[in-house]
């Protein structure tokens, strides 16, 4: 067991506490500067947004793979408490049709934090997208009970950008 | 309650169609059920739609179950069958 586990208990709260680092590197945004109304207006869920400087994305947090949308530019996490995220690179990329995106995952895998899920070709998703910013939204709201978006500016792959009070 | 529809936009039920999709069938309190590919999905939920993974000319089966089923029917037909613009 965790010194934390041993300091706050398996009922405690701090089991309820998720933090999601950031999949990319890159600028990181509120969604509400997110260039989709979709997006900014959190119809798919509330999270954050970075507009990415690689073109590598990896796992948030440990979680299973739910779903690889069959163009690869989506990949959909489920984790603890049967929390929901959707990692969306750029906006209206689904009309790229799967070119410049190498997905690495594959339906009910199970990942660790930092592992690999998809390769993109920045340039291409650039020249040819509507925008390169990448939301990731928790798509189950009835999961979350707050949300505290962690620094600014740009992040690197890997650091800690949204802590999550989950409700179970 | 229960009506069958094609998918009729080029990209399919993916993020923004789903989560419009979500977004109608929450206004109702009936349970609402997309079938597909001998698949069955909770309505209300935006990663169960998503991981039908429907492209463009499929088609899917609505449920409804509820005080308002048909109204909810009704109004994710017209959804779908108007490319998910509002």
Not at chain 2, 7 to 34: D, W
Request: include cysteine; charge should be neutral; hydrophobic fraction near 45%.
């Amino acid at each position: 067991m965790s010194v934390f586990g041993k300091l706050f208990g398996k009922s405690g709260e701090s089991d309820k506490t998720l933090v999601l680092s950031a999949p990319l590197g890159g600028r990181l945004l509120p969604l509400s500067e997110v260039p989709d109304d979709i997006f900014a207006g959190k119809v798919l869920g509330d999270g954050f947004a970075i507009e990415p400087n690689e073109g590598l994305v990896v796992a948030p947090f440990d979680c299973q793979v739910a779903q690889v949308f069959r163009t690869g530019h989506a990949i959909g996490l489920t984790g603890p408490g049967g929390l929901e995220v959707l990692v969306h690179v750029g906006i209206d990329t689904v009309k790229l049709a799967g070119v410049g995106f190498k997905p690495r995952v594959s339906e009910g895998q199970k990942l660790r934090t930092g592992d690999v899920m998809l390769e993109f070709d920045l340039e291409h998703v650039r020249a040819n997208a509507k925008s390169t910013v990448t939301p990731i939204v928790i798509t189950n709201r009835d999961a979350v009970g707050s949300l505290e978006l962690l620094g600014s500016g740009t992040v690197k792959r890997g650091d800690p950008v949204l802590r999550v009070l989950r409700k179970s | 309650m229960e009506k069958t529809v094609r998918i009729l936009n080029e990209e399919g039920l993916h993020a923004r169609p789903a989560g419009l999709f979500v977004k109608k069938a929450s206004e109702f309190v009936s349970t609402v059920e997309v079938r597909a590919n001998g698949m069955a999905k909770n309505g209300k939920s935006i990663m169960a739609l998503m991981s039908l993974g429907l492209a463009k000319d499929a088609e899917i089966t609505i449920t409804a179950k509820g005080a308002d089923a048909s109204a909810a029917v009704e109004a994710l037909v017209d959804l779908v069958a108007k490319k998910f613009q509002l």
